[in-house]
């Protein structure tokens, strides 16, 4: 059994440890092991969290299907933390339906917010967030993709990469240079449906943790003007702003990989016989075991800092970027105690703990490397110093 004192902290209020507990109780029986079809779980897990309500708290907008007005950061954040416990694949699914719409819940026009949202909230439609080029990662600003403004169109021109849900989206939120100005002002955001015409899935990727992935292709790719989400031009902070919401909600998946690895040591540890006594006893033990639980502890601090001033209204980056860097670096090292406690059975397939140890990597690329998150804060932190005139 997980710890959950930390549900007793002050950024939590009632409604949060109640969703956390009905949720838990939702997971038994419709979260099960799944082999095989990534894609086929993918859609039938999405479908399922749709059902059953848990998609609302992926949206804001209660006009639109959303739990509330606005995204419940901690909810989203308990929500991921709790799938990820007990399968990374269950929180994949609902946290891309919240990364992939996320930019219609911050931005999008009414139309648009009620032909995608609802069907988002309800599970009935399948979203993707298509940022990344084979050329640009880190690097946004350097995007290449283009929409240029033809009549009443759009024409879209260019690739994008490691497109999560890439193959089985029913629809995608696509940034492009529309050429406003350089860099970073001079990109737009639009919606593009998974059938608009010169759109295609260029190739499917196969990752260490079966997810749904893929490189998209746009050629002469035509949408309507309306397809915009925002105005033109302010398509980098309308990414930005969507991922310091979903930074927070990656490092709350960590933590809960994280949780599921202690439990698991602790069952391992407590129960394995060496030398006359259990592996526990042994001090060599107790110090993993101890800096495995302050990790957590340390994450969690973070993420929910982090979630609650963005419930309160305020500008996350920095937070957003402390807690998304420690939670999946610290996730990394307490999953690797976890397996080096279990031996040779840690790394047999299948074994949780394995399935974890594959689970937490790309964590620490995806939604903003760890050295980008360290050049976010380095940059905030310095930025606060020299306005702080000293
Ligand atoms: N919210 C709102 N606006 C933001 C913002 C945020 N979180 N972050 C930056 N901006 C604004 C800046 O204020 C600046 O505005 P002005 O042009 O009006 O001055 C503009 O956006 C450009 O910001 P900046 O100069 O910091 O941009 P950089 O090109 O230097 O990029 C990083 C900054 C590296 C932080 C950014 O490109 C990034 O986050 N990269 C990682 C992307 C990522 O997560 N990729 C994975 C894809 S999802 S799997």
Redesign the pocket.
């Known amino acids: 059994m997980s710890d959950k004192s930390y549900l007793d902290w002050p950024f939590f209020e009632e409604r949060h440890r109640q969703l956390q507990a009905e949720l838990e109780r939702w997971i038994v029986g419709n979260v099960t092991a799944h082999h095989g079809d990534t894609d086929g779980a993918c859609r039938d897990l999405v479908a399922r969290l749709g059902k059953a309500g848990w998609l609302r708290y992926a949206v804001g907008g209660k006009d639109c299907g959303g739990q509330h007005d606005s995204i419940d950061t901690r909810a989203i954040c308990l929500l991921r933390e709790t799938l990820a416990r007990h399968d990374g694949l269950a929180d994949f699914a609902f946290a891309m339906q919240g990364?992939g719409s996320g930019a219609l819940t911050l931005h999008g026009s009414p139309e648009q917010r009620q032909h995608y949202l609802t069907k988002v909230a309800a599970g009935e439609a399948i979203a993707a967030?298509a940022?990344?080029e084979p050329g640009s990662?880190?690097?946004?600003?350097a995007m290449e993709c283009t929409a240029r403004a033809d009549g009443n169109d759009y024409v879209l021109d260019g690739e994008k990469t490691?497109i999560?849900n890439g193959g089985i989206a029913d629809f995608y939120v696509v940034f492009a240079r529309t050429g406003e100005a350089a860099?970073?002002?001079g990109l737009s955001a639009f919606v593009v449906d998974a059938d608009a015409p010169g759109f295609e899935i260029a190739e499917r990727i196969e990752v260490i943790a079966p997810h749904p992935l893929a490189r998209l292709r746009f050629t002469g790719c035509r949408i309507p003007r309306s397809a915009m989400v925002g105005t033109p031009g302010q398509g980098?902070?309308v990414?930005?702003?969507t991922?310091?919401i979903f930074?927070t909600s990656v490092a709350a998946a960590a933590l809960g990989f994280a949780r599921r690895a202690l439990d698991e040591a602790l069952n391992r540890a407590t129960k394995r016989k060496m030398f006359n006594q259990t592996l526990a006893d042994f001090q060599i033990t107790q110090m993993k075991l101890a800096q495995m639980a302050t990790a957590i502890d340390s994450s969690a601090l973070l993420t929910y800092r982090a979630a609650w001033l963005r419930d309160q209204g305020q500008?996350v980056?920095r937070e957003a970027a402390m807690a998304k860097m420690t939670a999946t670096e610290s996730a990394q090292q307490v999953i690797d105690a976890a397996v080096q406690i279990w031996g040779g059975l840690g790394v047999v397939s299948g074994h949780p703990v394995e399935k974890l140890y594959r689970e937490i990597r790309a964590l620490r690329i995806?939604?903003?490397?760890t050295e980008?998150q360290q050049?976010?804060i380095a940059?905030q932190t310095l930025a606060a110093y020299s306005q702080s005139g000293q």
Do not use: H, N, P
């Open positions: 990364l967030f940022l990344s990662g880190s690097d946004v600003a490691w999560s860099g970073s002002r980098f902070k990414a930005m702003q991922l310091d930074r500008t980056t995806y939604e903003g490397a980008v050049l976010i940059r």
